[in-house]
């Protein structure tokens, strides 16, 4: 009687230290099958950082803006106003996540 309680108890045990742990996997479905997924930092760190004003004018000087008038901040983007080297107005849009160029207008 007594190893049976003794066998209940460690496996009680056990399970509630590794309940945390099991709580921060998830369950990923592909050509591979079921398996499970760790969380990776690198993916949360991802979620809080995201460019600032100066990255996205670097950014849209890259496709063509020379002098920059305007910075505008939205919900997800910046909006970045100015000429390029002919003296015609351009917009461009970055993604303030991922610094990807929306569009260029």
Do not use: C, H
Not at 10 to 23: D, E, G, H, I
């Amino acid at each position: 009687m007594f190893k049976k309680f003794m066998l209940i108890g460690t496996a009680v045990l056990l399970t509630l230290t590794a309940a945390p742990q099991s709580y921060a996997q998830s369950i990923e479905i592909g050509p591979g099958g079921v398996r499970l997924q760790q969380p990776s930092r690198e993916r949360m760190v991802r979620r809080t950082m995201e460019i600032d004003e100066r990255q996205a004018v670097r950014i849209a000087k890259s496709e063509g803006i020379r002098s920059v008038d305007d910075v505008r901040r939205t919900r997800s983007r910046y909006l970045v106003e100015g000429s390029d080297r002919r003296g015609n107005d351009m917009r461009v849009s970055v993604d303030r996540r991922s610094g990807e160029v929306i569009s260029v207008d």
